[in-house]
């Protein structure tokens, strides 16, 4: 017969163990992320005023960035000719999401988010010479690129090529173990954001219809520079 202190095998000693190595770890993740806090408050303090600091992932090892967002947001930064300094690292939004940027203590997530707080906040205005009905066709087709377009290319990365071109694109900050964890992940959001409940030839199709409508915008609307240019001349 058990005796009194113990329950189905598992003694009161045992019992004790375990709760204090649960407590033990919870108290250890609570001193992490303070210390944590600490290292970005100190860090925090060396941002230099009125400029951004650009949190985004490393350079990649032929382009500067295998995202095409930050490519985005920096091209953005640059064409403004707004201060900026880059912080690269694996750190994450509070909304999980890279890249995103401070300004002046203020963290702001999503880069067209940046974007326009940008605008707003120093008064940028790089399409003020476009009319509304150009503003709006920009618009759709930002949307697109951005929120269709850009998944059939995330398809083809993680899902069918299960990141394995990823570690050497990105130069070695991205390891092999890493893509596949990420590749697990992506998955499943595809497949919640829709396009990845198709199959890949599907989706190759629907990748063509996007490049082919882009296309056929871009080539209209550098004919149509070209004659006001021309007009100008």
């Not at 707004?82 to 002046?104: Q, R």
């Not at 150009?134 to 377009?149: C, N, P, T, Y």
Request: hydrophobic share 40%; net charge positive; with cysteine.
């Amino acid at each position: 017969m058990a005796s009194s202190s113990s329950f189905f095998g598992v003694t009161e000693c045992n019992l004790l163990c375990v709760g204090g190595l649960v407590a033990g770890l919870a108290l250890a993740a609570v001193a992490f992320k303070r210390y944590q806090k600490y290292k970005d408050d100190q860090r925090r303090q060396t941002y230099p005023k009125d400029t951004v600091v650009l949190h985004q992932i490393g350079r990649g090892k032929y382009i500067p960035s295998i995202s095409p967002f930050p490519l985005k947001l920096e091209t953005y930064l640059r064409m403004a000719k707004i201060p900026y300094i880059n912080e690269h690292a694996h750190t994450m939004s509070s909304k999980g999401k890279t890249p995103w940027m401070t300004y002046n203590g203020e963290d702001v997530d999503d880069s067209q988010m940046c974007i326009d707080f940008l605008n707003k906040k120093l008064g940028v205005d790089m399409n003020k010479h476009l009319s509304l009905e150009q503003k709006s066709i920009g618009h759709a087709f930002r949307i697109l690129v951005e929120d269709h377009l850009y998944w059939t290319g995330v398809l083809q990365r993680w899902v069918y090529d299960k990141g394995a071109h990823v570690p050497e694109a990105s130069g070695g900050r991205v390891t092999p173990f890493q893509a596949r964890m990420i590749s697990r992940k992506i998955g499943p959001q595809a497949y919640m954001q829709g396009l990845g409940r198709h199959t890949q030839e599907e989706v190759m199709c629907i990748l063509r219809k996007d490049v082919e409508a882009l296309s056929c915008f871009l080539g209209t609307l550098l004919i149509a520079l070209a004659v006001w240019n021309s007009i100008d001349l």
